[in-house]
T-cell receptor, first 115, second 116 residues
Framework: DADVTQTPRNRITKTGKRIMLECSQTKGHDRMYWYRQDPGLGLRLIYYSFDVKDINKGEISDGYSVSRQAQAKFSLSLESAIPNQTALYFC??????????????FGDGTRLSIL | AQKITQTQPGMFVQEKEAVTLDCTYDTSDQSYGLFWYKQPSSGEMIFLIYQGSYDEQNATEGRYSLNFQKARKSANLVISASQLGDSAMYFCAMRDNFQGAQKLVFGQGTRLTINP
């Protein structure tokens, strides 16, 4: 089983719809992140959370919201989807308790298309 | 801010050959780390290997190794005995302390194609 699980893997929806992308992890990590990947733009940080009560905006948070329901779960919502939110979305986790540079571990991604 | 440069948009290699993917970086930090990720066509982002700036030896993980040259600010990924399954995009990345987030900054990537 994957350590970082994203659902759904693929989603096609219409402009104006509310969408929730879910992420759960079994790695026991405290830090969780949401990124989006667009061709030519690389990965950009949407939101991040270091703890259940610690949620912060990233580079491109407008139009998105998040919820950290538990240490293991971090969901991303698009309140009213628009076509330029079409992208590949990644959830990632890392262990903040370890010293040094810890890698971020990514889920398999969610391909989201807004028509 | 950290910056990662990957100058090879695409590479084609024969199966079983070794391949080197280039990565240069720019940072003013004394302590930092470099990461390599693999992204197959199916889309997932897979962590491969990590090199710390103060590590005395180059990192190795199975067929993956890092040619780390700190003075030149380069951290090239070497894949030995390439396999068809190595065909993918490869990203070099490092951590950027964006508002305390420690987000990852990625290079533009190199698309590696292994030919049979």
């Amino acid at each position: 089983d994957a350590d970082v699980t994203q659902t759904p893997r693929n989603r096609i929806t219409k402009t104006g719809k509310r969408i929730m992308l879910e992420c759960s992890q079994t790695k026991g990590h405290d830090r969780m992140y949401w990124y989006r990947q667009d061709p030519g733009l690389g990965l950009r940080l949407i939101y991040y959370s270091f703890d259940v009560k610690d949620i912060n905006k990233g580079e491109i948070s407008d139009g998105y919201s998040v919820s950290r329901q538990a240490q293991a779960k971090f969901s991303l919502s698009l309140e009213s989807a628009i076509p330029n939110q079409t992208a590949l979305y990644f959830c990632a986790t890392s262990d903040g308790s370890q010293r040094g540079n810890q890698p971020q571990h990514f889920g398999d991604g969610t391909r989201l298309s807004i028509l | 801010a950290q910056k990662i440069t990957q100058t090879q948009p695409g590479m084609f290699v024969q199966e079983k050959e070794a391949v080197t993917l280039d990565c240069t970086y720019d940072t003013s930090d004394q302590s930092y780390g470099l990461f390599w990720y693999k992204q197959p066509s199916s889309g997932e982002m897979i962590f491969l290997i990590y090199q710390g700036s103060y590590d005395e030896q180059n990192a190795t993980e199975g067929r993956y190794s890092l040619n780390f040259q700190k003075a030149r600010k380069s951290a090239n990924l070497v894949i030995s005995a390439s396999q068809l399954g190595d065909s993918a995009m490869y990203f070099c990345a490092m951590r950027d302390n964006f508002q305390g987030a420690q987000k990852l900054v990625f290079g533009q990537g190199t698309r590696l194609t292994i030919n049979p």
